[in-house]
Protein backbone atom coordinates (compact mmCIF):
# COMPACT_ATOMS: atom_id res chain seq x y z
CA UNK A 1 0.00 0.00 0.00
CA UNK A 2 1.17 3.79 -0.79
CA UNK A 3 0.29 6.84 0.19
CA UNK A 4 1.56 10.30 -0.53
CA UNK A 5 0.82 13.36 1.45
CA UNK A 6 1.81 16.62 -0.51
CA UNK A 7 2.55 19.99 1.73
CA UNK A 8 4.11 23.10 1.76
CA UNK A 9 1.92 24.89 -1.08
CA UNK A 10 0.82 28.90 -0.05
CA UNK A 11 0.21 32.19 -2.10
CA UNK A 12 3.38 34.27 -2.69
CA UNK A 13 4.75 36.80 -4.56
CA UNK A 14 6.91 36.61 -7.60
CA UNK A 15 10.31 36.69 -6.35
CA UNK A 16 9.17 34.30 -3.31
CA UNK A 17 10.95 30.94 -1.90
CA UNK A 18 8.95 27.96 -0.48
CA UNK A 19 9.65 24.63 0.66
CA UNK A 20 7.05 21.95 -0.23
CA UNK A 21 7.41 18.15 1.02
CA UNK A 22 6.25 14.94 0.97
CA UNK A 23 5.84 12.73 3.30
CA UNK A 24 5.90 8.60 1.11
CA UNK A 25 4.49 5.65 2.68
CA UNK A 26 6.34 2.88 0.73
CA UNK A 27 8.27 -0.29 1.10
CA UNK A 28 11.74 0.26 0.50
CA UNK A 29 11.91 4.31 -0.11
CA UNK A 30 15.54 4.67 -0.23
CA UNK A 31 15.46 2.57 -3.35
CA UNK A 32 12.58 4.24 -5.68
CA UNK A 33 13.40 7.15 -7.54
CA UNK A 34 10.75 10.39 -7.02
CA UNK A 35 9.94 13.30 -8.69
CA UNK A 36 8.34 16.33 -8.12
CA UNK A 37 5.47 16.86 -10.82
CA UNK A 38 3.39 20.60 -11.17
CA UNK A 39 0.25 20.75 -13.13
CA UNK A 40 -0.12 23.98 -13.86
CA UNK A 41 -3.93 25.33 -15.02
CA UNK A 42 -4.71 24.34 -18.22
CA UNK A 43 -1.86 22.44 -19.15
CA UNK A 44 -1.06 18.62 -18.50
CA UNK A 45 0.98 17.41 -15.39
CA UNK A 46 4.79 17.53 -16.34
CA UNK A 47 7.81 16.90 -14.67
CA UNK A 48 9.49 19.32 -12.35
CA UNK A 49 12.60 17.66 -10.93
CA UNK A 50 13.18 14.06 -10.09
CA UNK A 51 16.14 11.78 -8.02
CA UNK A 52 17.48 8.70 -7.32
CA UNK A 53 17.66 6.88 -4.78
CA UNK A 54 20.94 7.95 -4.44
CA UNK A 55 20.89 11.16 -4.67
CA UNK A 56 21.23 12.18 -8.68
CA UNK A 57 19.42 14.78 -9.49
CA UNK A 58 17.31 16.10 -12.77
CA UNK A 59 15.41 19.14 -13.53
CA UNK A 60 13.31 20.49 -16.23
CA UNK A 61 14.83 23.40 -17.64
CA UNK A 62 11.75 26.29 -17.01
CA UNK A 63 13.11 25.29 -12.88
CA UNK A 64 16.59 24.86 -13.45
CA UNK A 65 18.97 26.48 -10.67
CA UNK A 66 16.13 27.76 -9.24
CA UNK A 67 14.39 24.63 -8.09
CA UNK A 68 16.48 22.15 -5.70
CA UNK A 69 15.18 18.46 -4.89
CA UNK A 70 16.36 16.33 -2.20
CA UNK A 71 15.09 13.24 0.11
CA UNK A 72 15.44 11.82 3.70
CA UNK A 73 15.43 8.46 3.29
CA UNK A 74 15.25 7.66 6.96
CA UNK A 75 12.53 9.82 7.47
CA UNK A 76 10.76 8.46 3.89
CA UNK A 77 10.33 12.37 3.11
CA UNK A 78 10.65 14.29 -0.18
CA UNK A 79 11.09 17.98 -1.04
CA UNK A 80 11.40 20.72 -3.19
CA UNK A 81 13.48 24.66 -2.41
CA UNK A 82 11.55 26.84 -4.57
CA UNK A 83 13.24 30.10 -5.07
CA UNK A 84 12.49 33.04 -7.19
CA UNK A 85 9.67 31.81 -7.99
CA UNK A 86 7.77 32.83 -10.92
CA UNK A 87 4.04 33.27 -11.84
CA UNK A 88 4.55 31.10 -14.21
CA UNK A 89 5.55 28.15 -11.44
CA UNK A 90 2.00 28.30 -10.30
CA UNK A 91 0.26 24.95 -10.29
CA UNK A 92 -0.27 21.77 -8.04
CA UNK A 93 2.41 20.05 -7.18
CA UNK A 94 2.77 16.52 -6.68
CA UNK A 95 5.23 13.73 -5.72
CA UNK A 96 5.69 10.59 -7.18
CA UNK A 97 7.54 7.55 -8.00
CA UNK A 98 9.75 8.52 -11.38
CA UNK A 99 9.53 8.05 -14.34
CA UNK A 100 5.97 5.95 -13.90
CA UNK A 101 4.06 7.05 -10.98
CA UNK A 102 2.55 4.59 -8.03
CA UNK A 103 -0.57 2.03 -9.22
CA UNK A 104 -3.25 1.08 -6.58
CA UNK A 105 -6.37 -0.88 -7.61
CA UNK A 106 -4.90 -1.10 -11.31
CA UNK A 107 -4.81 2.73 -11.71
CA UNK A 108 -1.58 5.53 -11.77
CA UNK A 109 -1.60 6.77 -7.50
CA UNK A 110 -1.86 10.82 -7.00
CA UNK A 111 -2.09 12.22 -3.91
CA UNK A 112 -4.09 15.28 -3.67
CA UNK A 113 -1.06 17.73 -4.10
CA UNK A 114 -0.24 21.19 -2.69
CA UNK A 115 -1.20 24.62 -4.14
CA UNK A 116 1.23 26.83 -5.10
CA UNK A 117 0.20 30.40 -6.47
CA UNK A 118 2.44 33.01 -7.34
CA UNK A 119 1.42 36.55 -8.01
CA UNK A 120 3.12 38.94 -10.00
Known amino acids: QVQLVESGGDLVQAGDSLRLSCTVS????????MAWYRQSPGKQRELVAG???????TYSDSVKDRFFISRDNPKSTLNLQLNILKPEDTGVYYCNRYPRPFRLGGEDYWGQGTQVTVSS
Open 26 to 33: ATLFRVID
Open 51 to 57: ITGTGST
